[in-house]
Each structure stands twice: as structure tokens, then as C-alpha cells.
């Protein structure tokens, strides 16, 4: 009753209906849709306010939100939290694995707070900035007919069998539009999103696979040659512009 009462109070303020009362399924009306857009606008205002107030004690705790794609992450992620993590103790990290895809969604839906990206993966509503780059290459076991190779065209691709990311994966869509503009097919011996499935199978000899140049450099008796021509990654650590970023992120920022 008291719910209700506070409810009937604020539909006379607003002078407009904000539920649907025909039927014993309540639900939102058009008017009460917009309010709680705006309302919940208030609460992560002052959900920053509150954040703000906190980043006064001088970052002596707090937390970052991070999303990496995981293969990026296997070489570049883990030095830099290190190397955070020995300036600020008090910061607790929580770093996210995943897709490109499962990653913007994250950030836009705020489930984390500063995100890594390819560059063509950025929202351009988005603040960002470059932290590196990598190179997509052909990796295959040393004794593979083409380890010898310094570059591979696509129509060596033809009928070749391929262990590729799945579609999530840009790395998967780069692979589809070379191929696809000289007109060649290969076949998939493995699909999959776990990269350390694909590597594996990757140096058993089972088939081609799309790596970064700094992961197959790490892996023993698996040979990276480039595409012809070469396919760069950029990826860039991004966060949404229009809103407050905490203290803690701005240092992990500046850091990386």
C-alpha cells in the first residue's frame, strides 16, 4: 500500500500515468518509459558523484573494470597490471576476456569501465587512445608445406584446411575478406572462440590458423608468416567519454 500510495502520488505530480492498470500483468506506459530513462540518468550522475567523493582518499582502494580481447591480452595485458598494480595496491583490477563484440557490449551496457579494442571495433562516440599495434599472421607447425614461406597470397589459401576464430572474432572477419576478394575457399578443420584450443591444434599440425605475431613468437614450433599483402591490428584502450571517469582509471590510463 505504501508503494502504491508514493506511486499515485507521483503520477499527480507528473500529471500523467506511468503504469498500465487494465490488466492484473501491470506494465509501463510510453510516459513512464521516458521518466525512467531520466531517472536513471539522476542515479548514475550521482552514482559518479559518490565516485568522485571517493577518489579523495588518494586511491588507497577502488577498482578497475577492464575488457580485453584474449588474445591481446595473453601478451601485452599482463605487464601492464603489473606494473599498476605496484603504484596503486589499493586498486582492485577486474579484467574481463572476451570477443570484440562481447566487449563493446559490456562497456556500452556499463559492465566494465575502460575497454581494448581493435580500432575498428571503437564506437566513435567513444574517448580512445592507440596502445599498440600487431600483425595477423599465417601460423602453421614448422614442418607445414608452407612454413618456408615469407609471405602467402590468398589463392594459397584454396582448399587448405583452417582452424579459425568464430564469428565474434574479427581476426574470423579479416580472414573471410581476404579470401573472399581473390574468390578463394578453404576448409574449416576446427571452429572455435578458445584461443588456447586454436593454438594447440595449431602446433599439433592439425591445420592453418590466423594468429598475432607477438602470440606465435611465444609458442615454440609454430612458424607466423605474413599475409601478402601484410593485415596490421590497432588497438586502442577506450572508455565512455560522456561520462565521469574515476581517478583510478585515469592513472591506468595515463599508464598505459
Not at 590468398?154 to 568464430?166: G, W
Not at 607477438?214 to 609454430?222: A, I, N, P, R
Not at 612458424?223 to 567519454?241: D, I, K, T, Y
Request: proline content about 4%.
Amino acid at each position: 500500500p505504501a508503494l502504491s500510495m508514493a506511486v499515485s502520488r507521483l503520477e499527480d505530480e507528473l500529471g500523467v500515468s506511468l503504469f498500465n492498470r487494465a490488466t492484473r500483468q501491470i506494465s509501463v506506459t510510453a510516459e513512464g518509459r521516458v521518466f525512467l530513462a531520466r531517472a536513471e540518468a539522476c542515479l548514475l550522475g550521482l552514482q559518479g558523484a559518490h565516485r568522485e567523493l571517493q577518489d579523495l582518499t588518494q586511491l588507497h582502494s577502488g577498482e578497475i573494470r577492464l575488457g580485453v580481447p584474449p588474445m591481446y591480452g595473453i601478451r601485452h595485458i599482463p605487464d601492464l597490471l603489473m606494473q599498476f598494480r605496484a603504484r596503486y595496491p589499493g586498486i582492485a583490477m577486474h579484467v574481463g576476456e572476451g570477443s570484440a563484440d562481447g566487449i563493446n557490449g559490456r562497456l556500452a551496457k556499463r559492465d566494465i569501465d575502460v575497454a581494448l579494442l581493435e580500432a575498428r571495433r571503437v564506437d566513435p562516440e567513444w574517448a580512445s587512445v592507440l596502445l599498440g599495434s600487431d600483425e595477423m599472421v599465417l601460423c602453421m607447425n614448422h614442418q607445414h608445406p608452407l612454413a618456408q614461406a615469407s609471405s602467402l597470397p590468398a589463392s594459397e589459401l584454396q582448399d587448405r584446411e583452417m582452424l579459425v576464430f568464430d564469428n565474434t572474432f574479427l581476426q574470423r572477419h579479416l580472414l573471410d575478406a581476404f579470401c573472399a576478394s581473390a574468390k578463394v575457399r578453404y576448409r574449416i578443420a576446427l571452429e572455435s572462440n578458445f584461443v588456447s584450443l586454436v593454438i594447440a591444434a595449431t602446433h599439433s599440425g592439425m591445420g592453418i590458423s590466423t594468429l598475432l605475431r607477438s602470440v606465435q613468437q611465444q609458442t615454440d614450433g609454430v612458424v607466423g608468416v605474413s599475409f601478402e599483402p601484410p593485415q596490421f591490428m590497432h588497438f586502442n584502450l577506450c572508455w565512455r567519454a560522456d561520462e565521469y571517469v574515476s581517478l583510478a582509471h585515469q592513472r591506468f590510463i595515463e599508464m598505459a
